[in-house]
């Protein structure tokens, strides 16, 4: 069975700090996929990013990045000078290579920038 | 550029009314489709998925069902709303697309329900 852990709830920084959300997931898989979603206050889910299991490379842009670390199974996802408008709930989740797609979600960590 | 559409945005039912959701996405052939609710608080449940017209998977078992009438067109439905299916409820659609970017999921914007 596959599953994703959050363990971070909420946290709060100031702005400008910089802070990062951990991930951690279980799968038998060999092969999946790995991804982040901001749902900001309006509700609808914005997709950040995908990253497949053979691309161990750590990835930026612009203040966002994201180090992936199959031997710890970690997809950390780090704001650098984090702003009010970053403050959302963030998912991290994940999916098998299997034909229907179905995505198995962490329970999300709520992020709140103080001005 | 797709786009996903759901209605109502938002949705006040008594319990035992019945309930119709739609979602329709524009701008691609033959996507998978998924209904996820989300209570408040809570991380997102997986309730339905699509991979083509007709054909519905149910994730848990409950008082709703999904059906899919046309190819872009995925409809949440209930005979009897149950207090319990308060929540907000998101539909998704993935496509694969052939340079290998594809498989992840975009969301529309959602209807929030509350059940009275």
């Known amino acids: 069975a596959q599953k994703v852990t959050q363990a971070q709830t909420e946290i709060s920084v100031v702005e400008k700090e910089d802070v990062t959300l951990d991930c951690v997931y279980e799968t038998r898989d060999t092969t999946y996929y790995l991804f982040w979603y901001k749902q900001p206050p309006s509700g609808e889910l914005v997709f950040l990013i995908r990253r497949n299991s053979f691309d161990e490379q750590n990835e930026i842009s612009g203040r966002y990045s994201w180090n992936f670390q199959k031997s710890t199974s970690s997809f950390n996802f780090t704001i650098t000078a984090s702003q009010v408008v970053d403050s959302a709930v963030y998912f991290c989740?994940?999916?098998?290579?299997?034909?229907?797609?179905?995505?198995?979600f962490g329970t999300g960590t709520r992020l709140t920038i103080i001005p | 550029s797709q786009t996903i559409h759901q209605w109502p945005a938002t949705l006040v039912q008594p319990v035992g009314s019945p309930l119709s959701l739609e979602c329709t996405v524009e701008g691609t052939s033959n996507p998978n489709l998924y209904w996820y609710r989300q209570a408040a608080g809570r991380g997102l449940q997986l309730l339905f998925y699509s991979v083509g017209i007709g054909q519905i998977s149910s994730e848990v078992p409950q008082n709703l069902s999904a059906s899919r009438p046309q190819d872009r067109q995925f409809i949440l439905s209930s005979k009897k709303l149950l207090l319990s299916d308060s929540g907000f409820y998101l539909c998704a659609w993935s496509a694969f697309i052939s340079s290998g970017s594809g498989h992840e999921q975009y969301f529309g914007p959602g209807t929030r329900l509350t059940v009275t």
């Open positions: 989740a994940l999916r098998n290579n299997f034909g229907n797609e179905k995505l198995t």
